[in-house]
């Protein structure tokens, strides 16, 4: 056994039941930690719209020995395509699954969010405590102990408490110092909804460019539902304000900006009022300068969310709950060397795939008018027909994430 494992026995307050909260709470319980992880929705949180496990990620979850169980739940995608307004092809993007390269636009690994959150609660519920329909409302800490008080009047004292409450973290704003934003905002926004799936949707995800910076996608998740999304390229405060809003809003809002974008629009803001699931969002990165103070750190999109345009966003929530348990695991009885540690390892990964966002190729990629859509597609086209996208993705010597290597095992592989 390594050293330091077993050595002491922490009591971990983990604040969000998400992605990165229990793949944190399945690798301390490993390490003989006493994991409480408190979720401020009443039941597990297994919804959301469709993620992917790219590089690193993909031998996060290995690990785990996870893997077997999400190839068990893929989604059948088998490429990207971007189609005019009666839905024909103009340009087709294969997912890469020679095995070589990097993925493309597509991974080899879709997965719906809300599955691999059942997979991550199946394996970590007999070992870490659940609490539902409770948040941690504040902390005070000393040198000794932090003490979290909770939503529902109580409190309760732990040896560290982990902010995995996502790219809003309440926790984050309390060891930030006041007045310091976090966010760089990319100028898009993002909606998306599930609609009832029709015998057209096939396996191929479309995207429909439209002018005004605007972009539909439509892609099936199973036999029975499609995934919609309405992106949207603006930068004004209206854009930036309905996130907040309550829902009927925030659906008056996308409907409007929409409503004249041809295609399969009036099928999908039909949909939209009866979807069992709707999100909005601005589409940020979180960049802090520092993710711990004390006897708290922060996990996940709470400390670096690198935003869907990443495609890393689940795997780096993975990778960072893998190096920050590891480091608490193997020094339980120096926490400041520990969160030190975390942060010292994890930074060149988490620069990497948020480097890989580029707020301009964003742009370029989201014409205002219709002759520079015209002119993407058509080069897009070409691309294709040369197989230009195919061979860059296989002869690529690395992936989004780089030849940054994973850490050894936060737990020894005899526990898991």
């Known amino acids: 056994m390594a050293e330091g494992w077993g050595e002491r026995r922490l009591r971990v307050l983990v604040a969000g039941g998400g992605i990165a909260g229990q793949a944190l709470a399945f690798w301390l319980s490993r ?15 297994a919804a959301g719209a469709q993620v992917d496990l790219r590089g690193q990620g993909i031998e996060a979850v290995e690990r785990m020995g996870l893997l077997d169980a999400v190839r068990g739940k893929l989604v059948d995608e088998a490429g990207v395509a971007l189609v005019d307004a009666r839905g024909r092809a103009r340009a087709t993007i294969m997912a890469n699954t020679s095995g070589r390269g990097r993925q493309t636009l597509t991974s080899e690994y879709e997965i719906m969010r809300g599955d691999l959150v059942r997979i991550l609660h199946d394996a970590t519920r ?19 102990k932090v003490v979290a ?5 109580s409190c309760g004292e732990y040896d560290l408490l982990v902010g995995a409450d996502g790219q809003g973290s309440r926790i984050r704003r309390a060891i930030l110092p006041e007045g310091f934003d976090p966010y ?50 603006e930068g004004s405060e209206d854009a930036s304000a309905i996130h907040r809003a309550p829902v009927e809003r925030q659906q008056e809002f996308w409907a409007s900006r929409f409503h004249d974008a041809g295609w399969q629009t009036e099928r ?31 996990a ?38 520990a969160l030190a540690n975390y942060e010292r390892a994890l930074r060149p990964f988490v620069n990497k795939i948020q480097g890989q966002v580029n707020p301009r190729l964003l742009r370029l990629a989201m014409p205002m008018t219709r002759r520079a859509i015209d002119a993407f597609q058509a080069t897009t086209a070409l691309a294709c027909l040369l197989h230009i996208p195919d061979l860059a993705a296989r002869l690529s010597k690395e992936d989004r994430g780089g030849t940054w290597q994973l850490p050894e095992n936060p737990a020894p592989t005899t526990t898991v």
């Open 300 to 337: 996940g999109d709470a400390a670096h969310c690198a935003s869907p345009y990443s495609g890393m966003g689940i795997s780096g929530g993975l990778v960072g709950a893998h190096v920050l348990a590891g480091e608490i695991n193997r020094r339980p009885g120096d926490l400041p060397t």
């Open 31 to 45: 390490g003989g930690h006493r994991v409480t992880v408190v979720e401020r929705f009443p039941a597990l949180r």
């Open 268 to 298: 999908f803001i039909e949909g939209m009022r009866t979807s069992p699931f709707f999100y909005s969002q601005e589409i940020v990165q979180v960049r802090a300068d520092t993710w711990s103070k004390g006897r708290v750190v922060l």
């Open 184 to 233: 760089r905002r990319l100028g898009i926004h993002m909606a998306y909804w599930f609609v009832p799936r029709i015998a057209s949707d096939s396996n191929i995800r479309d995207t429909y460019m439209v002018p005004g910076g605007r972009q539909i996608m439509r892609r099936s998740h199973n036999p029975t539902e499609t995934q919609v999304y309405f992106v949207l390229r």
């Open 149 to 153: 008080h909770f939503s529902d009047g």
């Open 126 to 144: 007999d070992d870490a405590e659940y609490v539902f329909g409770k948040s941690v409302d504040g902390f005070e800490q000393d040198e000794d």
